[in-house]
């Protein structure tokens, strides 16, 4: 369980000793998904498509939601905070003992307002996170699912220190008009 910070901690502790040559992170998106912002079919609600709980605005999750929605959003919050401190992870690992770790970071990219004219929130808005990447020399990309024979196109962005993952796609971050 991966919420559980006893196990966060212990798998933290053991990439920033250099027990793991590879880490993929590939955080659940469900409380990050743009497609809460897009209707349901027919435009009804309906309890199998959630409503957002997060937008770029209020990317912890909005501050007057219901318990349950508040709820997702927290469990959303604490996945992406524990991948920003795998990240960090693999960077002292780096720093403190000279223990190269490839990283692959996994998430759906950030595509701006949605078709309803509001603006979901995505991991690759946090500033916290940029900075890792930035800072640390890391690759951001961005592609296509069905580059890989998937029957949809999800865009999706990438985030590694893996020498030639710029041939997933675009490299850079995602540049938003003034309107986003």
């Known amino acids: 369980d991966l919420?559980?910070?006893?196990?966060?901690?212990r798998v933290e502790r053991r990439i920033k000793d250099g027990k793991y040559?590879?880490?993929?992170?590939s955080p659940p998106c469900a409380s990050w998904s743009r497609a809460t912002y897009n209707p349901p079919p027919g435009g009804k609600p309906d309890r199998r498509y959630p409503s957002p709980c997060r937008s770029k605005t209020h990317p912890s999750g909005f501050p007057e939601a219901k318990p349950s929605t508040?709820?997702?959003a927290e469990q959303g919050n604490a996945f992406i905070h524990?991948?920003?401190?795998?990240?960090?992870?693999?960077?002292?690992?780096?720093?403190?003992?000279?223990?190269?770790?490839?990283?692959?970071?996994?998430?759906?990219?950030?595509?701006?307002?949605?078709?309803?004219?509001?603006d979901p929130g995505s991991?690759?808005?946090?500033?916290?996170?940029r900075a890792i990447i930035d800072d640390?020399?890391?690759?951001?990309?961005?592609?296509?699912?069905?580059?890989?024979?998937?029957?949809y196109s999800k865009p999706t962005?990438?985030?590694?220190?893996?020498?030639?993952?710029?041939?997933?796609?675009?490299?850079?971050w995602p540049v938003?008009?003034?309107?986003?």
């Open 3 to 9: 919420l559980n910070p006893e196990i966060q901690s």
């Open 176 to 180: 938003m008009s003034d309107n986003n």
């Open 123 to 129: 991991i690759w808005q946090l500033s916290e996170l």
């Open 82 to 118: 524990f991948a920003i401190r795998a990240l960090e992870a693999t960077v002292t690992a780096w720093k403190e003992r000279g223990q190269v770790v490839r990283v692959l970071l996994e998430h759906p990219e950030d595509l701006g307002r949605s078709r309803t004219g509001k």
């Open 136 to 151: 640390n020399g890391y690759i951001t990309v961005v592609g296509h699912q069905c580059q890989f024979e998937v029957d």
């Open 157 to 172: 962005r990438l985030a590694s220190n893996i020498s030639g993952i710029e041939k997933f796609g675009y490299v850079g």
């Open 70 to 72: 508040r709820r997702r």
């Open 21 to 25: 040559d590879f880490v993929i992170i």
